[in-house]
């Protein structure tokens, strides 16, 4: 009986397979947490400072969020771009130090407040104004709690023990030290002109508190009688103006017109019975606009009389409709920059109390209004939206109710109207209208006495004002897009002044004195450039802040400050009103850039070479970055910051607005929970954050498949270097050529990644790294030396060099990936050195050896590559078609024309870069079936069976198989692997 064959030999357990703890399954909602308690544990923070000593600064100043509830995926998006470039930055080699900040006051958390009154039937103005203020400072903090964890489970690195809050003391006293340099400075003042006001919030608002919706207006035209005008066609005639704003029509005291408008005289030739415009009447018309006008009068006929030059029209002197009734004054035609032919009449109402360019008007001719019996803006209705008792008509009718709801005020003045023959018509229109971006409700432009920083008042010589200065420090400025300087410019170049007073409780007052003559004018202003003792006042108010807050000008009189600096502090008012949150936020640079030693820079501006960044969304060129400029333009005289990034919206995959009740929003904390921060860093690195950007179900499951293939590539590098010994080095100059490629890619994109990174450009960065470890790692370079890393004995040059060079290779690419995927960069990172290697986060991004860029052997191989990809897109059409299976089965012919080619070809295993066991490179076009790609000419692929044996540890088919006797069923190159592999297991 025979004896039993011996079992074949396992020769698994011979080659160098990959061997890793790194997981192909990241797990990140579990791990990441880990990785937290990893940073805390070596202090990572305080690390990063410590290694930053001595290198220039770069410091990001952290616009505030508003701590008033859970962070949304805008917050996200925001805070994942600052520690982007705070992380890039320092592996650039600065000292780039990132303090989390929030903004605390305004009417949002005093909002809130008011609702938990409400609801538990308190009223606000019973209640002791600290107290009120006591219980929005807790608020506030309680948020600030929840939103610091939130965005540290992001991985945002930070000094989150010491954040800056605009309602800390210091800050405060700071707030209110800016505010009473623009007082003493001259550039406060107290005016009355006509701003944003909310209604329901019983407040002025800024520009960036006002979004707009659409909003259904009733619209009326209206007949102004012209004043006797004896001897002309205009004599008996009326101006028709346009308006969507009824209520308007008691503050008129004024009719706009265009200098380069034609106008007409039309005349009423037939029109229905009962009809409001009536036949005969005459109306001065824009010629563009009759038409549409008489139609909506519903007159039937009519004729132009004759043309009405704007020499006519000016000096023209109308009644009031409602004269007769209260309105006993002119109203002067005036001509306006603003007046257009798009829509109306051609002719625009002015109500210097209720617009920006109605004022601005009043302010241009204020002799030709007193002349006409207005010397004064006029004060119609009252911060409830209700007419004042002195208004004619229509004393307590409401604009708008409490609740922002339409109030009787439209109809009365509309049925005046129709009482004293003066409406034309009436109508509906849907337009976009301006809306309190908290209450939602609708806003109105009032008159109210507010306080004022001049855009436009003289400074330290001739030009020097507060807008020229903001202009040429935005000029000085780098904007990133550079479309945000062209913005921001407009905005300024176009603003009027900057209203800075709101009428609330909860926030830093506005810490000036007043002294007012017998009319109730400003006399004098303390702080103010008349008042002798303006820096030991601030200096004492800024100190009761310092210890106490911004309470101590509410806890007792502030009048006490001004002792002994005045004679009779009595005579002295102090201003009650708190200060708009955006002189806030525009003053937080005062409290933290200039202050703290951890912030403080030597900018360009002072000769030095550390730059501040401000980064938030393209909203804030009219809020933050806007406040920013002004306060520190005004005070300082330049901008606060050297470099600004926006970002846009985030919307959905539709490209919607995401919003609640279209049930379409994507909350981080949601995306976390199922995918872990990662994914959510991944994405905001990978979009186009400059314009608007998407998110939802489908674009994160491309994120996550993308995440995955740069994971398992790290993961196999990893495990591939577990059979990495350092004392085997291979230097660059004993390399194969394929190595020496793979580092010549590592000095390319050294400078691109670079280059990307200071620019801002994270997009660019992740679709660099994406395409080099997907297409030049993965499926090509680790594809094509696989064999060699498992099966080439140990001592092989080729695999040692490989290992060489995938060492440079993990550490670049985890290097490089570390700003954007923080965990699982330092989980490769400590799975690669071990968990006492400190954190990848305290790398530089590394020093790429110049001499390792070589072009010519890089073009060499790019066309060695595109070969490659003929014969690759043939053994796939092989394996679609199941006559193989392995690329090792195949041993294709390849046919080539160009000479130079076929040696470069000769010069490298060209089977090997192929992954087959055998190939033929061979003169000519090949016949008609060979398979060719048409972007590679001259290169054609026979596919062909590979000959010969299976090797039974390499897979390889060859003809060599068996003639090593020891190694009967192996190639010769696998039984040298297996002898110098048996030879050290039998000395160990």
Not at 138 to 149: H, L, N, T, Y
Not at 218 to 223: A, G, M, Q
Not at 479 to 498: L, T
Not at 531 to 552: K, M, N, P, Q, Y
Request: glycine share 8%.
């Amino acid at each position: 009986m025979n004896a039993p064959s011996p079992p074949a030999r396992d020769y698994s357990e011979t080659l160098f397979l990959p061997q890793t703890s790194f997981p192909m399954r990241a797990g990140l909602p579990e791990r990441e947490p880990d990785i937290l308690a990893h940073w805390q544990r070596v202090g990572l923070y305080a690390a990063l400072r410590e290694a930053g000593k001595g290198r220039p600064r770069f410091v990001l100043h952290d616009g505030p969020p508003y701590a008033n509830g859970h962070i949304h995926i805008g917050h996200a998006l925001n805070k994942v771009l600052k520690d982007l470039v705070v992380r890039s930055q320092t592996m650039l080699g600065h000292d780039a130090n990132y303090v989390p900040g929030w903004d605390c006051h305004g009417l949002p958390i005093e909002w809130k407040i008011e609702e938990e009154y409400r609801a538990k039937g308190r009223n606000k103005d019973e209640v002791p104004v600290v107290e009120f203020r006591r219980e929005c400072r807790a608020f506030a903090q309680k948020w600030i709690d929840v939103q610091r964890e939130e965005f540290k489970r992001l991985g945002i690195e930070g000094d989150w023990a010491h954040p800056y809050l605009t309602m800390a003391y210091p800050a405060e006293a700071q707030i209110a030290r800016e505010l009473m340099k623009f007082a003493a400075s001259g550039q406060l003042y107290r005016g009355s002109k006509p701003v944003m006001w909310s209604i329901v919030e019983r407040t002025a608002l800024a520009e960036a508190e006002v979004e707009y919706q659409e909003h259904t207006s009733p619209t009326i035209y209206v007949k102004f009688p012209v004043k006797a005008r004896s001897g002309t066609p205009l004599d008996g005639a009326s101006v028709i103006i346009w308006t969507t704003t009824p209520w308007t029509i008691p503050g008129n005291r004024a009719i706009a017109y265009a200098d380069d408008i034609a106008y007409g005289l039309y005349e009423v030739s037939d029109a229905p019975a009962g009809n409001w415009a009536v036949k005969g009447e005459r109306y001065v018309l824009a010629d563009k606009l009759a038409d549409e006008v008489m139609k909506a009068a519903r007159v039937e006929r009519w004729h132009r009389i004759a043309a009405v030059a704007p020499k006519d029209l000016a000096g023209l002197l109308c009644a009031h409709p409602l004269a007769g009734q209260g309105y006993d004054f002119g109203v002067p035609l005036l001509a306006g920059d603003f007046v257009t032919d798009d829509a109306g009449t051609g002719f625009v109402h002015t109500a210097p109390g209720h617009g920006a360019d109605d004022y601005n008007l009043w302010a241009t001719h204020k002799a030709a209004f007193a002349a006409a019996g207005t010397p004064d803006v006029p004060h119609t209705v009252g911060p409830d939206g209700a007419y004042y008792p002195h208004v004619p008509l229509f004393a307590g009718a409401r604009v708008l109710d409490d609740k922002g709801r339409e109030g009787d005020a439209n109809e009365r003045v509309i049925k005046a109207l129709i009482e004293t023959g003066k409406l034309a018509a009436r109508g509906r229109l849907k337009h976009q209208y301006p809306h309190s971006w908290r209450s939602k409700a609708p806003l109105i432009f009032r008159n109210t006495p507010q306080w004022f920083i001049a855009m436009d008042k003289p400074l330290d010589g001739p030009g020097d004002t507060l807008r020229a200065r903001a202009l040429k420090a935005i000029a000085a400025t780098q904007w990133v897009p550079q479309a945000g300087e062209n913005r921001i410019n407009g905005m300024i170049e176009n603003r009027p002044d900057w209203v800075i007073s709101r009428q609330r409780a909860w926030g830093v007052p506005i810490t000036v004195f007043v002294r007012e003559d017998d009319s109730g004018n400003v006399v004098e202003l303390a702080p103010g450039p008349g008042f002798a003792a303006s820096e030991e006042l601030s200096a004492r108010i800024a100190a009761a802040f310092e210890a106490e807050g911004a309470d101590a000008w509410f806890s007792a009189d502030p009048r006490r400050f001004l002792d002994g600096l005045v004679d009779d502090p009595s005579a002295w008012t102090p201003v009650m009103d708190i200060l708009d949150v955006w002189f806030d936020s525009g003053s937080t640079h005062a409290f933290t850039l200039e202050v703290r030693p951890d912030l403080k820079t030597r900018r360009r501006v002072d000769g030095g070479h550390d730059r501040v960044m401000y980064l938030e969304g393209s909203d804030q060129h009219r809020g933050w970055f806007h406040s920013s400029l002004l306060e520190s333009c005004g005070t300082r005289g330049r901008a606060p910051y050297d470099v600004v990034v926006t970002h846009g919206f985030t919307l959905d995959e539709q490209g919607r607005k995401m919003s609640k009740s279209l049930g379409n929003t994507v909350a981080p904390q949601d995306v976390i929970k199922q995918f872990g921060a990662d994914i959510l860093r991944l994405w905001t690195a990978s979009v186009d954050y400059w314009d608007d950007q998407r998110i939802g179900p489908e674009i994160l499951k491309s994120v996550v498949d993308q995440y995955r293939k740069l994971r398992n590539t790290i993961r196999w590098m990893l495990g591939t270097l577990h059979h990495f010994d350092a004392r085997e080095l291979v230097t660059t100059n004993r390399m194969p050529e394929l190595e020496r490629l793979m580092l010549h890619r590592l000095c390319e994109l050294d400078g691109e990644v670079r280059k990307a990174y200071a620019a801002y450009d994270y997009k660019r960065v992740v679709a660099l790294l994406a395409a080099f470890m997907t297409s030049d790692l993965s499926a090509f370079y680790f594809d094509v030396r696989k064999d060699a890393l498992y099966c080439d004995p140990a001592s092989s040059l080729t695999r040692r060099s490989a290992l060489t060079v995938i060492d440079q290779l993990f550490r670049c690419v985890v290097t490089w990936l570390a700003p954007v995927l923080v965990f699982t960069a330092e989980e490769a990172w400590l799975a690669r050195f071990g968990s006492d290697a400190g954190s990848v986060h305290l790398e530089q991004f590394p020093i790429i050896p110049p001499e390792w860029r070589d072009d010519e052997l890089a073009s060499r191989w790019a066309r060695i590559r595109r070969v490659r990809r003929v014969v690759t897109g043939a053994l796939e059409i092989e394996r679609a078609q199941k006559r193989i299976g392995s690329s090792l089965e195949a041993a294709p012919v390849v046919h080539v024309t160009d000479p130079e080619l076929r040696r470069l070809l000769g010069d490298v295993d060209f089977a090997e870069i192929c992954i087959t066991s055998a190939i033929t490179v061979t003169d000519g076009e090949g016949p008609a079936e060979a398979f060719r790609l048409d972007d590679v000419p001259g290169a054609a692929v026979v596919p062909a069976k590979a000959q010969g044996r299976k090797c039974a540890r390499s897979w390889k088919i060859s003809p060599d198989v068996g003639k090593d006797a020891d190694y009967p069923d192996v190639t010769p190159r696998d039984a040298a692997a297996l002898r110098e592999w048996d030879a050290r297991h039998k000395a160990a």
